[in-house]
């Protein structure tokens, strides 16, 4: 595929996605932190999947076991750097049930995942890179995983006052980073197959890092050990069962 074909795909995935997680929320009138973890833990486990059943085998698959390491490495470590040096807030720790309070946690979950659609978008680009059938699949299971993402950006905002518009459009607009994250992974994962193979591994530590510094925290924090444990187990299930489908 060329890359303006696989930039636009990782963009519909994105803006698709958490577009969708946006309009599914609209029926929800008062969203409890319980309700937020737990979809947070369900795009957790379904992004461990992705990591472990595509990126990394896929890593290794092309160039061996030290290109998928080096890449995991350097995904987790400037993941890290980013996280030491921009510090944020975890936004999904509950701080009352004032209105204000669920906009702050809705717009500062906009621009999380915004960031960590970048990654995501790589994974797609890079999945390209190394086969139609592979791309095709971390377009389709990143799409999904970006439901429930959208769908705990929306509940706040739709909580804090905004309209469903507004908050349509913002759930929207954060999945877009991913279509910029497509357009690299495809330019810079088609040079060498070990270059692939870093790319994708690049773009699993991104996501691994994601997951356990971001989504599983937020998830105990908020939905409580037991239901964060059945979210992520749910999350892994399904991207199981799509990972042998596609």
Not at 97 to 111: C, I, P, Q, S, T
Not at 146 to 166: C, D, F, S, T
Request: hydrophobic share 55%.
């Amino acid at each position: 595929m060329t890359w303006w074909e696989i930039t636009l795909l990782g963009l519909l995935a994105g803006v698709v996605g958490t577009g969708a997680g946006g309009l599914f929320s609209l029926p929800i009138k008062h969203p409890t932190p319980r309700f937020l973890g737990a979809i947070l833990a369900f795009s957790a486990g379904i992004m461990l999947s992705i990591v472990f059943l595509e990126l990394l085998q896929e890593s290794m698959a092309v160039s061996g076991y030290t290109a998928a390491l080096a890449g995991l490495s350097l995904g987790m470590g400037i993941f890290y750097l980013f996280d030491h040096y921009l510090p944020h807030h975890h936004p999904v720790n509950p701080e009352g049930n004032e209105r204000g309070a669920f906009l702050k946690k809705g717009v500062l979950l906009a621009l999380g995942i915004g960031l960590h659609n970048l990654p995501e978008g790589l994974a797609i680009g890079a999945g390209f890179s190394g086969s139609t059938g592979l791309g095709l699949t971390l377009t389709f299971l990143i799409a999904l995983h970006n439901i429930p993402e959208g769908m705990a950006v929306a509940a706040p905002l739709k909580y804090g006052g905004y309209a469903w518009r507004q908050v349509l459009a913002i759930t929207a607009l954060s999945g877009a980073p991913m279509g910029l994250g497509a357009l690299a992974g495809a330019l810079i994962g088609g040079i060498s197959p070990a270059v692939l193979a870093v790319s994708l591994s690049f773009a699993g530590g991104a996501m691994l890092y994601i997951v356990c510094d971001e989504l599983i925290p937020d998830a105990y924090n908020t939905a409580g050990a037991h239901l964060a444990i059945a979210g992520i187990f749910s999350g892994v299930a399904l991207g199981i069962l799509f990972s042998a489908w596609f």
